[in-house]
């Protein structure tokens, strides 16, 4: 077992449960200067972006839960819109709803592949739990990270997103471990902390630096979120300075 201390937070722990994107990958830092994928997807479809809004809005809840391809879907709504799509501009769909994802997985956050391989020396349990759509996570086989963890958990394929209590305990029982001896690790987006502090987490731990360097998220909402954790890191690789094995 190891211990963690920083601050008021001194624990024990065995395992670590970790978000993936925004936490051990970073789209956005793949992604060119202001890249929004439904932007993105609008142009290519020649449609008005709201529209594309309204339809991720109305398919996302079901998309993230089940293995179906976010590009088949996008074809089958172009096709109900008398939208003819060649070969090519699927392509360009799934570059736009895609590549970013596939790049930041082959090129994982600095330092958090080489920080896995220490844990992995001290006996911690790795595993990730990621909510995500089937196109997000295609390439994680062939990630380096694909090689230093226990267990990945991804919501389209187990069909449990969090916060649910469900896709934590689902996470954790894969990896043979429990609540009270595991940490959460994660940004914090989709109330994450609030559904392992409900499973009872051993310790729950913001990761700040991905959301921070992008820019994406008010400081005010992210300051909401931190404060719902234990304690505030900016990349992976300093839990190491804050474990005793």
Known sequence: ???????????????????????????????????????????????????????????????????????????????????????????????????????????????VVAAFGKLADQGVGRIVLSNAVVRDVRAFGESPLAAVVDDACMSCFTGLVKPDAAAYIGALERGGASAGRSLFVGDGGSDEFLGAREVGFAGVIAVTGPVSRGGWRSTAEQQRIVADADLAIVDVPELLGLIDS
């Open 1 to 111: 077992m190891s211990r963690l201390g920083a601050g008021d937070l001194a624990v024990d722990f065995d395992s670590i449960v970790f978000d993936l994107f925004h936490t051990l990958v970073d789209p956005q830092q793949h992604a060119p200067v202001g890249f929004r994928r439904l932007e993105a997807v609008a142009a290519i479809l020649n449609l008005p972006i709201v529209e594309i809004e309204l339809w991720w809005q109305q398919r996302v809840e079901e998309l993230v839960i089940t293995p179906i391809s976010p590009i088949d879907a996008l074809v089958e709504f172009a096709t109900s819109r008398r939208i003819v799509m060649s070969p090519a501009a699927i392509a360009e769909l799934d570059r736009a709803m895609g590549a970013a994802q596939d790049a930041a997985l082959a090129q994982p956050v600095q330092g």
